[in-house]
């Protein structure tokens, strides 16, 4: 099935591709939001998106 959707005979980089990613997504770790704010590094980042977010609902620009 990957062979005719790509319309190539050697898809063996791809699933190599997909394989990796799998094992990323593995070895990542979760965190709660409140470790995403105690971390420095990220809180101004996650404050940030979370006004421009909050501001959006408010405002009703999903809306339009």
């Given at each position: 099935?990957?062979?005719?959707?790509?319309?190539k005979?050697?898809?063996s980089h791809?699933?190599?591709?997909v394989l990796?990613?799998?094992r990323?997504?593995r070895?990542?770790k979760?965190?709660?939001?409140?470790?995403?704010?105690?971390?420095r590094?990220?809180?101004?980042?996650?404050i940030?998106?979370?006004?421009?977010?909050?501001?959006?609902q408010?405002c009703?620009?999903?809306?339009?």
């Amino acid at each position: 099935a990957f062979q005719t959707f790509l319309g190539k005979s050697d898809v063996s980089h791809e699933v190599e591709e997909v394989l990796a990613e799998s094992r990323v997504q593995r070895n990542t770790k979760l965190v709660s939001i409140l470790q995403l704010l105690r971390t420095r590094a990220v809180r101004w980042q996650v404050i940030t998106v979370v006004v421009t977010m909050g501001c959006y609902q408010l405002c009703g620009l999903n809306a339009v």
